[in-house]
Every structure is written in C-alpha cells, then in structure tokens.
C-alpha cells in the first residue's frame, strides 16, 4: 500500500495503521489508513472483482460463465457413453480454470465451446462428435464426416 502523499510503501518497519474500517456501498470494505512516515490520512478500497471473465455473446449480450448449464450440456452429448459424472466435472473446472488464466474481463462465448470440444476429444470420441454437431453447427454430413475421418485418421 502506498501512501498518496509522500509515496510511502508500506512493509517492513513502515506500517500505515489502520484507524477505521467501515463498509462501502458497493460490498466492499472501506479502511481509513494513516501513513507510518508522513501521518497523512488516505483510504482504501476492498471489493471481491470477478476472476471468472464474463461471456460476450454473438449479440453482444453478456453472461455470467455456468458451470452447471456447461455440464449439462456436456452430459447430454455424453449420454449412453462410458463418461463418469466425476470426469464431466473436472472437464468443467479445466474449462473454467483456463477462462481464469485468460484473465481478461470478457472473452467471446465460443471460447468456451471450442475448448470444452478440444477437452471432449480427450475424454470420448462419440461425445465429441454429438458436441461438436451442435456447437460448431455442423449442418452438413460431409463435415461431420470429414471431422469423423480425420479423428480416425488420429487415432490409428
Ligand atoms: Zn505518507
């Protein structure tokens, strides 16, 4: 923390003590400080800031990234598949630890979808290709059997 007047950081011997502590109207905390080296009073802010970027969506809209509509999503196109429940979870908290390390404020909703079908190629190729049908909106069969042939072509 750095005092406003004369710049002051605080560790080591200088302190800037704190002398109130109140909540701010935005739900966060409010701390009146005293500079340890020049005496002057300054305040802080303390708020909670979202790690997890929000999503713009192809409209413009914005939204709140949902781990639980990500696993269901997931879930269905694992359906009937050899795919615990436990691996979907970690799919989904891979997924959401890679927004984090993004760390940016706001990121395009379809980097969610790409990565959750770079995740599902691991974990199951059937899965994968349900996945990927509706996401990267593969309305045609020669698509879905090129991307077929090429995760055949992989695998041998
Ligand atoms: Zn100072």
Do not use: W
Not at 5 to 23: F, K, Q, W
């Amino acid at each position: 923390m750095k005092c406003p007047s004369c710049g002051a950081i605080s560790g080591g011997a200088i302190r800037h003590r704190v002398i109130d502590t109140s909540p701010d109207a935005q739900g966060g905390v409010r701390r009146r400080r005293e500079c340890g080296v020049c005496g002057c009073r300054f305040s802080t802010y303390e708020r909670a800031i979202r790690s997890t970027p929000m999503l713009v969506k192809s409209g413009g809209a914005r939204e709140e990234f949902d781990r639980d509509k990500l696993i269901a999503g997931v879930k269905l196109a694992c359906a009937k598949r050899p795919v615990a429940t436990a691996d979907i979870e970690r799919l989904a908290d891979r997924v959401e630890a890679y927004l984090q390390r993004l760390g940016q404020s706001e990121v395009n909703s379809r980097v969610v979808g790409q990565r959750v079908i770079e995740e599902l190629r691991e974990l199951d190729a059937i899965a994968y290709v349900r996945f990927a049908i509706v996401f990267l909106k593969m309305n045609d069969l020669q698509a879905v059997r090129d991307e077929i042939n090429r995760l055949l072509e992989d695998s041998k």
